[in-house]
């Protein structure tokens, strides 16, 4: 079993950039692959970001790419949601994820483990 733990959101204006920290504890955290979701008010949870379990592989949605990327630190057991020119569609509960695999997946529902979320807000 794996627990997760997200920080790193608050409140930003549109242009700025915040850093998003996955913690996790329990199993071998090098045995998961990792993502990221988010959830707006009254959305679907959407695909932002995945590592695979090794960290040599990744990939971020459409809407992200250029602006969003993800890595991640073994040694401290972190993954992190690096953050740039944010704009306000960006809004969001944002998850951290872990999944029984070598690579990740972009559907909620391959995911094994969530954490608790972590609010993100950006203002104009």
């Known amino acids: 079993q794996v627990q997760l733990v997200e920080s790193g959101g608050g409140l930003v204006q549109a242009g700025g950039s915040l850093r998003l920290s996955c913690a996790a504890s329990?199993?071998?955290?090098?045995?998961?692959?990792m993502g990221w979701f988010r959830q707006g008010p009254g959305k679907e949870r959407e695909f932002v970001a995945t590592?695979?379990?090794?960290?040599?592989?990744?990939y971020v949605a459409d809407s992200v790419k250029g602006r969003f990327t993800i890595s991640r630190g073994n040694a401290k057991n972190t993954v992190y949601l690096q953050m740039n020119s944010l704009k306000p569609e960006d809004t969001a509960v944002y998850y951290c994820?872990?999944?029984?695999?070598?690579?990740?997946?972009?559907?909620?529902?391959?995911?094994?483990?969530w954490g608790q979320g972590t609010q993100v807000t950006v203002s104009s």
């Open positions: 590592i695979s379990r090794s960290g040599d592989g990744s």
């Open positions: 994820s872990a999944r029984l695999s070598r690579s990740g997946a972009t559907s909620p529902e391959r995911q094994d483990y």
């Open positions: 329990g199993r071998t955290f090098s045995s998961y692959a």
